[in-house]
């Protein structure tokens, strides 16, 4: 019992950390690849895949980064893990779009951050670990379920369509997901940054404010249809899944039972077509 | 538990998607009656799930009719379908657990007040209010400390068994009286833990425990993950109970030994008291006998002077028996008179005077071994001068009280040895000690053979006869010379009793 068997020091305060600089150096760097990939995209047209891919892989390694600072508290040594790993996001980002096989390259994510978190008690400690199975099933099934009331709601209400219009186009989201866009969501919003609040207040004012800044991270994202009514569905659906992806980290303490309910989410979100 | 409505809320949609009424059918309605029903069974997170999901599966049905006709009258209410269910859920399940939080604490009160109700020890009843408090708070561990500090307090812990460092939080808390708080006690800078920060925080409060006299102790308790909404106010009231129970169970106790201490004493008191009725019932018995014993003679002897015209011879043996008789009678009422001064306080008349030793001891010893010829008498002396400061009378009677007791209790005769010589252990006193090899005093009895009234009980002296009264007088007597009596005594080997008075050199 840590109250009666830890040395008290009520006066000790914590030290102060590079937490604020370190993510000004990230975004020192993010910015100006990302600002270069919109610029490619809007002076070249030829050049205009290769400059999406470049802000949105250097975007997605932001968030990692960021995420990263955040688990370590932008501990000594953080520069040459948060490096590699963003370029090797940039580079999946860019070897994704050189052909039809491209978008497997977004498992090497997944894979770099494995490889960087072994051996660091600070990544474990956000949740970076495994989990029971009935945890990783509960997962799955709750972000199927709300995948399949997507669908559901979306053709009924929206007249939207659920089918897949080719299964490579279809995979290499579902690669998106895996390498990019569930990982960098549940990296961050989950797993560093509801860690951190919910260490320092109880769950649900820790949830809500993730969750709250998880929906804004998608809302800026300019491939989100602009309808009013998508936006709102996203609103809620991600709102959803977030505060699912919460509960899940809280009850399993570990990220991949939200990943999974992502990535069943987002396989089910894929299907649709307007 | 929370299955049951879960499928009632299934059994609802399927319904409605069924009979094909859309979000007109009336069996929305329905759709309160398992969110109530799980609010009640699990509380808000039930109520609001069992809530949230209907309205989830309800949508649907209810959000095709909001886009074909925009929002009507029709619309709103299914709109209202979809939220209704989940706030009523959540409202119900958050009037559910404050009733049950507070119910919760009322009875883990009252179950503290009954397990502190001094009828038991301490240590036990704090293991069981620690169990309460805990599954009160629904903590992972708590601890109960009662006492000034963290080393001497009495600590107790559920589940048992923990390692206690002297400047831990607890401690911090009954040194100063403030509270701790942690929301991650492995992250938390003001905690050496020890421990790298978990997945999941590692919540703890402390909160002292005060009675009129200040703290009496603290409470501690340690969740992982979440800590109940209620747990902190929990906390308080039951550290405000915990803390007045503890300081009634400890007044109780100490009323109960304070009782028990006082019973003791009135028991002795009372037994002592019997002992010393029974012995003023057998003192009065024995001195109206040894009364009656030399008052006869007296009585007999002068009847016969004045009725009897005896031969000079006789008649001189008779004055002679009327005088021993009388000395007798002389020596009892002389020992009652000093035995009344004592016990009413006035001083004792002594004249001290230089005694010498080896005259008085000489006569006694020689009237002694002329009345008890079964026993031998030795009287040896080694004290320069062989003199005492003392009363002579006082010192006569003395000498012969112990001479008499040591013949009365060695009734199969044997040597009676007196001797005189500086007390070792005092300088300038005298020890005059007499030595018997009688029957002995049994070990327990020791305390007792200077008090009034004691006899000791012996098969082999129950013809001897006395007051009781001779050791306390002697006693007394040696005391009032400044001096003392100490006895040592074997069981069978006989007594040896050491008369310690002050010397020439010394004065009382």
């Known amino acids: 019992m840590l109250l009666l068997s830890a040395p008290f020091d009520a006066a000790a305060v914590r030290p102060p950390r590079a937490l604020v600089g370190g993510c000004g150096q990230v975004l020192l760097v993010v910015g100006p690849v990302a600002a270069l990939g919109v610029a490619l995209e809007g002076v070249d047209p030829a050049w205009g895949g290769l400059g999406h891919a470049l802000a949105a892989g250097s975007l997605q390694a932001g968030l990692l980064a960021i995420g990263w600072l955040v688990a370590t508290g932008a501990g000594r040594g953080w520069r040459a893990p948060v490096s590699r790993l963003g370029i090797t996001t940039v580079g999946a980002t860019l070897i994704a779009r050189l052909g039809q096989w491209g978008p497997l390259a977004f498992v090497l994510i997944p894979l770099m951050l494995i490889r960087e978190a072994r051996g660091r008690v600070a990544i474990g400690a956000v949740g970076f670990c495994g989990a029971r199975p009935i945890h990783a099933l509960t997962g799955t099934v709750a972000g199927g379920f709300i995948g399949a009331h ?109 990943y999974l309910a992502g990535l069943a989410f987002f396989a089910a979100y894929r299907m649709l077509t307007p | 538990m929370i299955a049951l409505p879960f499928g009632l809320v299934g059994i609802l949609v399927a319904a409605i998607a069924l009979t094909g009424q859309g979000s ?129 307090a009495r600590l107790v812990s559920v589940p048992t068994g923990t390692l206690v460092d002297r400047d831990c939080a607890v401690g911090f808390t009954l040194a100063t009286g403030q509270s701790v708080a942690s929301v991650d006690l492995r992250d938390d800078p003001r905690v050496r833990a020890g421990e790298l920060p978990a997945p999941t925080p590692h919540r703890g409060l402390t909160r002292p425990l005060r009675s009129g006299a200040g703290v009496v102790g603290a409470l501690a308790a340690e969740w992982i993950g979440e800590v109940p909404r209620a747990a902190r106010a929990a906390a308080d009231e039951l550290a405000v109970h915990v803390g007045l129970a503890v300081e009634n169970a400890r007044l109780t106790l100490r009323q109960q030994r304070f009782a028990e201490e006082l019973a003791e004493k009135v028991a002795a008191a009372t037994a002592r008291l019997r002992e010393l009725d029974q012995a003023k019932t057998e003192f009065l018995s024995v001195v109206s006998h040894e009364l009656r014993t030399p008052l006869t003679a007296l009585q007999g002897f002068s009847e016969l002077l004045l009725r009897s015209a005896l031969p000079p011879e006789r008649a001189r043996q008779c004055l002679v028996y009327l005088h021993t008789e009388a000395c007798t009678l002389g020596r009892i009422v002389g020992e009652l008179l000093d035995l009344s001064r004592i016990e009413t306080g006035r001083p004792l008349d002594l004249r001290p005077e230089p005694v010498d030793l080896d005259a008085l001891m000489e006569r006694n010893v020689e009237l002694f071994a002329a009345e008890h010829r079964d026993h031998s008498f030795r009287w040896t002396s080694t004290a320069p001068g062989s003199a005492v400061h003392a009363d002579r009378d006082a010192l006569d009677r003395m000498v012969k009280n112990l001479l008499s007791n ?6 199969r005769g044997g040597c009676v040895s007196v001797s005189a010589s500086p007390a070792a252990d005092q300088p300038g006193m005298v020890e005059l000690a007499v030595e018997d090899d009688g029957v002995g005093i049994p070990a327990e009895q020791l305390p007792r053979i200077f008090d009034k009234y004691v006899r000791l009980a012996h098969p082999e002296t129950t013809t001897a006869r006395g007051l009781g009264l001779g050791l306390s007088l002697v006693k007394a007597l040696a005391e009032a010379h400044g001096g003392r009596i100490e006895v040592e005594s074997l069981p069978g080997k006989g007594s040896r009793f050491r008369l310690v008075l002050p010397g020439l050199e010394s004065q009382f």
């Open chain 1, 150 to 258: 997507l669908l559901v709601t979306a053709s009924l209400t929206l007249g939207y369509h659920v089918h897949v219009s080719s299964l490579t186009v279809y995979l290499g989201a579902l690669a998106y997901d895996v390498g990019a866009n569930v990982l960098s969501a549940e990296w961050l919003f989950r797993g560093a940054l509801f860690t951190a609040v919910w260490r320092r207040s109880a769950f649900w004012p820790a949830a809500t404010a993730t969750t709250a800044l998880a929906i804004l991270r998608y809302l800026l994202d300019p491939a989100l249809p602009t309808a009013a009514e998508a936006r709102a569905g996203a609103v809620f659906y991600l709102g959803l899944v977030g505060l699912t992806a919460c509960a899940l980290r809280a009850w399993s303490g570990s990220l991949l039972p939200g």
């Open chain 2, 24 to 152: 007109d059918s009336v069996l929305r309605h329905l759709y309160l009656v398992p969110a109530v029903w799980a609010a009640l069974a699990r509380g808000a997170i039930g109520g609001g799930l069992t809530g949230g999901l209907a309205g989830l599966l309800h949508a649907p049905i209810a959000l095709p009719a909001v886009e074909r006709a925009g929002l009507t009258s029709q619309t709103l209410d299914g709109l209202l379908t979809l939220l209704l269910p989940g706030l009523a859920g959540l409202l119900v399940g958050w009037l559910v657990d404050g009733s049950r939080a507070r119910a919760g604490r009322l009875g883990a009160v009252l179950a503290i007040q009954r397990r502190l109700d001094g009828r038991e020890p301490l240590e036990s009843a704090l293991t069981d209010v620690a169990e309460i408090v805990r599954r009160t708070l629904r903590a992972r561990r708590v601890a109960l400390l009662v006492g000034a500090d963290i080393l001497s």
């Open chain 2, 406 to 411: 040591a013949v009365k209790y060695s009734p």
